[in-house]
């Protein structure tokens, strides 16, 4: 089975701290992308990184990491001193390579609130 | 270069009415994806599109809906005979490849009353 759980529905915190978003995924295929997504208030899709089943290094984006761990099928989002812009729906996803084609499968999202 | 359009951005139809959604890709992307946003729950996969080709519809509703990618012009998704439970908000993504990123258009509301 393909899988995604984003297993936190809802963070709050407050603004500069840092702040972790889990994703745990599962699929049978040996290659495979994982993605993350934010979606705002206003609604739309904003695509923040692809990593490939191959490449385990971690990655760090300004004020945003990725950590990439294959052995416990997990790839998890942080943000350091998060700002109230951070507030939105994130959203990881998996793409299977070879068996479904280019679909992505999306966990249920976790939705981040930052207060000033 | 403009990003993925979808129009309508919101579209109300009462209940037994058609819903044609539309989706413009990114210049140069040939594959179209179409993903359905229920309230309060995560995207879901409908259906993968090439030119004029369905490559994968394995989750589109069986009956009501159709989409279509023609040669020319923007991929439609179709619901006919729209019902409440349709209401949703529907985003398109294309891309260059099936393993390139998908882009995403913001979406279209739809509201069945």
């Known amino acids: 089975a393909q899988k995604v759980t984003q297993a936190q529905t809802e963070i709050s915190v407050v603004e500069k701290e840092d702040v972790t978003l889990d994703c745990v995924y599962e699929t049978r295929d040996t290659t495979y992308y994982l993605f993350w997504y934010k979606q705002p208030p206003s609604g739309e899709l904003v695509f923040l990184i692809r990593r490939n089943s191959f490449d385990e290094q971690n990655e760090i984006s300004g004020r945003y990491s990725w950590n990439f761990q294959k052995s416990t099928s997990s790839f998890n989002f942080t943000i350091t001193a998060s700002q109230v812009v951070d507030s939105a729906v994130y959203f990881c996803?998996?793409?299977?390579?070879?068996?479904?084609?280019?679909?992505?499968?999306f966990g249920q999202g976790t939705e981040l609130s930052v207060k000033p | 270069n403009a990003g993925v359009m979808q129009n309508p951005r919101h579209l109300v139809r009462r209940r037994g009415q058609e819903a044609r959604l539309r989706c413009s890709p990114m210049k140069g992307h040939s594959h179209v994806y179409w993903y359905r946003q229920l309230p309060e729950e995560g995207l879901k996969f409908m259906v993968y599109?090439?030119?004029?080709?369905?490559?994968?519809e394995s989750g589109m509703p069986k009956e009501r809906f159709s989409a279509e990618f023609p040669k020319e012009g923007p991929s439609i998704l179709r619901i006919q005979q729209v019902v409440r439970g349709d209401s949703a908000a529907y985003f398109c993504?294309?891309?260059?490849?099936?393993?390139?990123?998908?882009?995403f258009g913001p979406g279209t509301r739809l509201t069945v009353t």
């Open positions: 993504a294309s891309s260059q490849g099936s393993t390139a990123e998908q882009y």
């Open positions: 996803a998996l793409r299977p390579l070879y068996n479904q084609g280019g679909k992505l499968i």
């Open positions: 599109l090439q030119k004029e080709n369905i490559i994968d």
